[in-house]
């Protein structure tokens, strides 16, 4: 808050334009955003905090449906390529090449495809956590394939020499090593996860969620730019809550990093 209003104040005292004009519009003062919080949006309306908290809560249910799913896929796609070389070689330059693809570009496509071929109580809301899924399955899967094979080298071939099958070697040395690698992939991916839960609203038409409630005050940034902001404050503490409870269960989880052999 203190760094927002010396940059404001330098930038109006000395009028500067670069990298843009510093005025009421562009940056409200932070006690303009926070007074926004209290006061209703519209008239015979609750105050705006309640409004969107409740928008927060619609749009967290998208993004953990759809962290849990894309992590779900992205992990099954690191232990299937780990475990084949042609299928690695064959798969992954495709699922590289699916996020040069830019997401506002797919998420009507998949509302399109997928909305029809969901139940009566997920339609809407369940395409918006797939199009999350697919921010979140990328990360996970790339670290999970590095993580599964940073498993200790002499570890893996005393396991052979026992005759230990795949699942086994799979679950007591590739998954415990690979566990710091999994949990860096999902901090990433649960921002996001509410990045692609918002961005999904959009093309959806859902007016439930933060997507919704940005679409809306964005009309009215002009005279009411405090509304837009205290939303995007909403957005960007619903993300940092997501990535500190994905902390809170590594440190649950990982006791003890594995040695980094070479």
């Not at 395409?127 to 394939?145: D, E, G, H, S, W």
């Amino acid at each position: 808050m203190v760094c927002w209003e010396l940059y404001r104040w330098v930038w109006t005292s000395a009028g500067w334009t670069w990298p843009f004009a510093v005025n009421d519009t562009s940056m409200p003062h932070v006690w303009t955003i926070a007074k926004a919080f209290g006061q209703p949006a519209q008239v015979n309306q609750p105050p705006l905090i309640t409004i969107l908290l409740h928008k927060a809560l619609f749009t967290a249910k998208e993004a953990v449906a759809g962290f849990a799913l894309g992590a779900v896929i992205g992990f099954a796609i690191g232990v299937a390529l780990v475990h084949s070389k042609p299928l690695e070689r064959g798969f992954l330059p495709y699922i590289v090449a699916s996020q040069t693809i830019p997401i506002l570009a797919i998420a009507p496509m998949v509302v399109i495809w997928v909305n029809p071929r969901l139940p009566a109580n997920l339609q809407g809301w369940g395409a918006v956590a797939v199009i999350a899924a697919y921010l979140t399955f990328f990360p996970v899967a790339i670290n999970t394939l590095r993580g599964l094979r940073s498993a200790d080298a002499r570890a893996l071939d005393l396991m052979r020499t026992y005759a230990a099958s795949r699942w086994t070697v799979l679950w007591k040395l590739r998954v415990p090593a690979s566990l710091p690698f999994v949990f860096s992939a999902l901090r990433i991916a649960a921002t996001a996860s509410v990045v692609g839960a918002i961005i999904g609203e959009l093309p959806s038409g859902l007016q439930s969620g933060l997507g919704g409630a940005i679409i809306n005050f964005n009309q009215y940034y002009s005279i009411e730019p405090q509304e837009l902001w205290a939303t995007n404050i909403v957005a960007a503490a619903l993300g940092i809550l997501f990535f500190v409870v994905v902390v809170a269960a590594e440190k649950a989880v990982v006791h003890r990093a594995p040695e980094v052999t070479t």
